[in-house]
């Protein structure tokens, strides 16, 4: 390790490392994707010697798995503030949780941050046989299903969802719309109409809640 990012670690704290580290790695990931993703690359763009960036995180593809991690708590963080804003202090129901999933895909799609960015970059990569973060990803998309599929569930339970008979596969049908519509607007951003592809969405989630069902 050279003196000067001793001294950060020392000042900055463990945490602030680990930040800078993948942050600069989301970067580099986001403009080159994971395959050409070098360590000394991170180094330079981080400010941290190769020795701290093996010790936090073992080699390249551990590096890649935490930033994964990383990527799916920072979701988990702004979905919840999604369902907040949608809410205020009312106890959100599956139809607000439904709803303020596409209110932050959509703001993610539109300001499409550098981590976003190279979240889409490692799932499209992970379709190589080669990828070693392929089982990462796998995880975090079946945890994310999960949580869509419990939500679904919950509304058809309670009564508030309707016309859905198998909430596993609607979760996956949904993500492959979400990830799909991202996939788009990443790699033509001019020519996905993020407005009319939002409203349609909006359109079959409310097409799910029971009252809109009464009401036809």
């Not at 600069?24 to 360590?39: C, P, S, T, W």
């Not at 991202?182 to 809640?209: F, K, N, T, Y």
Request: aromatic content about 6%; hydrophobic content about 45%; overall charge negative.
């Amino acid at each position: 390790m050279d003196r000067s990012a001793e001294g950060r670690i020392q000042e900055g704290g463990e945490e602030i490392a680990e930040a800078r580290i993948l942050a600069a790695a989301a970067q580099l990931i986001a403009e080159e994707g994971f395959g050409r993703l070098k360590i000394g690359g991170v180094c330079a763009r981080s400010g941290y010697a190769r020795s701290v960036i093996f010790q936090h995180f073992g080699d390249k593809d551990g590096l890649g798995r935490r930033l994964v991690e990383h990527a799916v708590e920072e979701f988990t963080n702004v979905y919840s503030e999604a369902v907040a804003a949608r809410t205020g202090a009312a106890t959100a129901t599956p139809m607000d949780m439904l709803r303020a999933l596409l209110d932050i895909i959509f703001e993610l799609i539109r300001t499409m941050p550098t981590l976003n960015q190279a979240f889409l970059v490692l799932w499209g990569d992970a379709a190589a046989e080669y990828s070693g973060l392929r089982g990462a990803l796998t995880e975090a998309d079946r945890r994310f299903r999960f949580a869509i599929a419990q939500t679904v569930a919950s509304g058809v339970a309670d009564g508030s969802i309707s016309g859905v008979h198998d909430p596993d596969s609607y979760a996956s049908a949904l993500l492959a719309q979400l990830r799909g519509i991202s996939m788009q607007a990443l790699i033509d951003p001019d020519g996905v109409d993020l407005r009319g592809l939002r409203a349609e969405l909006e359109r079959g989630v409310d097409r799910l809640s029971a009252s809109f069902r009464g009401a036809r």
